[in-house]
């Protein structure tokens, strides 16, 4: 079956200190991976996105995420975090290569404290 | 340019209505998704549109629920009789999809927050 699990509802991190956000994937293709940042009363913003070559790939706001396959894995992280990172982060997967809806996964609320 | 618009941004219907709700996307793309977000949930796909076909219908809960599309344009979403199940933020995205390309990101719409009392 196809999904998208993200262990952790809700972190709280520290104003300045590192974030890794965990997401895994069942997909049986070649994934197209996602992350997406939803602000309160916001619509879904992409922060970065994969489908192949570099696993270790770079978005906005000074995101990035790595791929590895062997774990099914797609960890966003973020060296240093802002009190204006606080959001809703949701990682999704669809078909490379082809139309076709994108599964999400339940979501990661960050907490950001001073 | 714009990005993708729905209307109404609220609505509140009572229980046992029908109700409407708008998707417009992106000019020029010809995929278009819609979502459903419960309360503290993730995204539930609801149905595919690529152009005016919906390969993908699946994740409609059931047949009070409908979608349709004019060419690659303007999508409605459909609730009749509704349910306080209902209740939710309905997202619609588009995507630019080439033939024999990438499946390219999807752009979302700011959602319609209906509440079914």
């Known amino acids: 079956a196809q999904s998208v699990t993200q262990p952790d509802i809700h972190i709280t991190v520290s104003e300045g200190a590192s974030l890794e956000l965990r997401c895994n994937y069942s997909y049986g293709a070649t994934p197209y991976l996602f992350w997406y940042v939803q602000s309160p009363g916001q619509g879904l913003q992409l922060l970065l996105k994969y489908f192949s070559g570099d696993t270790l790939v770079q978005g906005i706001k000074g995101f990035e995420a790595e791929f590895k396959r062997s774990q099914s894995s797609f960890n966003l992280r973020k060296p240093s975090v802002h009190w204006s990172d606080a959001a809703e982060y949701f990682c999704?997967?669809?078909?490379?290569?082809?139309?076709?809806?994108?599964?999400f996964g339940q979501g990661t609320e960050l907490s950001v404290k001073p | 340019g714009a990005g993708v618009s729905q209307s109404p941004s609220n609505k509140v219907t009572e229980k046992g209505k029908d109700v409407e709700l708008r998707c417009d996307p992106i000019?020029?793309?010809?995929?278009l998704y819609w979502y459903r977000q419960r309360l503290g949930q993730g995204l539930e796909f609801l149905i595919y549109?690529?152009?005016?076909?919906?390969?993908?219908k699946s994740g409609l809960p059931s047949d009070r629920f409908s979608a349709e599309r004019t060419g690659e344009s303007v999508s409605t979403l459909t609730i009749q009789r509704t349910q306080q199940e209902d209740s939710a933020v309905y997202l619609c995205?588009?995507?630019?999809?080439?033939?024999?390309?990438?499946?390219?990101?999807?752009?979302f719409g700011q959602g319609t927050r209906l509440t079914v009392v």
């Open positions: 000019s020029g793309h010809t995929a």
């Open positions: 549109f690529q152009g005016n076909s919906a390969p993908d």
């Open positions: 999704a997967v669809g078909p490379y290569n082809q139309g076709g809806k994108l599964i």
């Open positions: 995205a588009s995507s630019l999809r080439l033939s024999g390309s990438l499946n390219t990101e999807a752009f």
